[in-house]
């Protein structure tokens, strides 16, 4: 991804009439053809936004300014996509216990509502896509990054190699790429990220002996609310699957 400093001029972006005024985001991928595009996703989730009562959920979702596929084939049918969308921020920014919670409460309703409405598994919720927005003094917690998502009517592999972020992965998932992914799943690596946010802002505060420590214990954490998520547990028993 590239940071577009200078805001391009009126009429050249595809977000209707409104007048942008905010540096922009360029992301470049090489995907596989067969996959759903980002752009699709988040207007899809958008469309139904808008055509229903949740209109809220659109200050939680991100904004593509203008898509573009560039036709390519390597050894896997794969497309260069082109996405232009407004300047996000990692949630990891944010100093305030208030501000943190707020922002995590709302990317965990996003999530819901995704799963719930428009049928979509995000598949690659990590440390870098749990951003936030601020507007007119708020801060809004968003969901970003729809390259791995997939709608639940299509529920079939979309390349030959399974992708994600390892640290953040559901543990059922890991050195299981044949396994069903489910609203669980996701969910599992939200509270993966809860977690380690909030441990890296409680280190902050630590001596310096003492931050080595924090760190090295993540990975013990990671397989120990691993076992709790799974299995006959409260959190599956109450979630849908």
């Given at each position: 991804m590239a940071k577009l400093v200078r805001n391009v001029g009126d009429g050249e972006l595809d977000d209707g009439d409104e007048e942008w005024n905010q540096d922009l985001i360029v992301k470049l991928s090489w995907s596989p053809k067969s996959r759903n595009s980002e752009q699709l996703i988040i207007e899809a989730a958008r469309n139904h936004a808008n055509a229903s009562e949740h209109q809220?959920?659109?200050?939680?979702?991100?904004?593509v300014l203008h898509a573009q596929?560039?036709?390519?084939?390597?050894?896997?049918?794969?497309?260069?996509?082109?996405?232009?969308?407004?300047?996000?921020?990692?949630v990891f920014l944010l100093t305030e216990a208030t501000d943190?919670?707020?922002a995590f409460r709302d990317v965990f309703k996003c999530y819901q509502w995704l799963y719930l409405q428009p049928g979509i598994f995000h598949r690659d919720i990590?440390?870098?896509?749990?951003?936030f927005r601020k507007k007119d003094g708020k801060i809004f917690g968003v969901l970003n990054d729809y390259d791995l998502a997939l709608l639940k009517k299509n529920d079939a592999p979309t390349s030959k190699v399974r992708t994600?972020?390892?640290?953040?992965m559901a543990f059922d998932l890991i050195?299981?790429?044949?396994?069903?992914?489910?609203?669980?799943?996701?969910?599992?690596?939200?509270?993966?990220v809860l977690v380690y946010v909030t441990s890296i802002q409680h280190s902050?505060?630590?001596?310096?002996?003492?931050?080595?420590?924090?760190?090295?214990?993540?990975?013990?954490l990671h397989l120990a609310l691993s076992s709790l998520c799974r299995g006959p547990n409260l959190l599956a028993l109450v979630l849908p699957r």
């Amino acid at each position: 991804m590239a940071k577009l400093v200078r805001n391009v001029g009126d009429g050249e972006l595809d977000d209707g009439d409104e007048e942008w005024n905010q540096d922009l985001i360029v992301k470049l991928s090489w995907s596989p053809k067969s996959r759903n595009s980002e752009q699709l996703i988040i207007e899809a989730a958008r469309n139904h936004a808008n055509a229903s009562e949740h209109q809220w959920v659109l200050a939680h979702l991100p904004n593509v300014l203008h898509a573009q596929d560039i036709d390519r084939t390597t050894y896997e049918p794969r497309i260069l996509r082109v996405l232009v969308l407004e300047e996000l921020f990692p949630v990891f920014l944010l100093t305030e216990a208030t501000d943190l919670a707020k922002a995590f409460r709302d990317v965990f309703k996003c999530y819901q509502w995704l799963y719930l409405q428009p049928g979509i598994f995000h598949r690659d919720i990590s440390l870098n896509n749990v951003m936030f927005r601020k507007k007119d003094g708020k801060i809004f917690g968003v969901l970003n990054d729809y390259d791995l998502a997939l709608l639940k009517k299509n529920d079939a592999p979309t390349s030959k190699v399974r992708t994600g972020t390892k640290p953040f992965m559901a543990f059922d998932l890991i050195g299981c790429p044949n396994d069903v992914h489910r609203y669980r799943h996701d969910l599992e690596s939200l509270l993966y990220v809860l977690v380690y946010v909030t441990s890296i802002q409680h280190s902050r505060s630590l001596p310096r002996h003492q931050k080595s420590l924090v760190s090295h214990r993540l990975g013990d954490l990671h397989l120990a609310l691993s076992s709790l998520c799974r299995g006959p547990n409260l959190l599956a028993l109450v979630l849908p699957r």
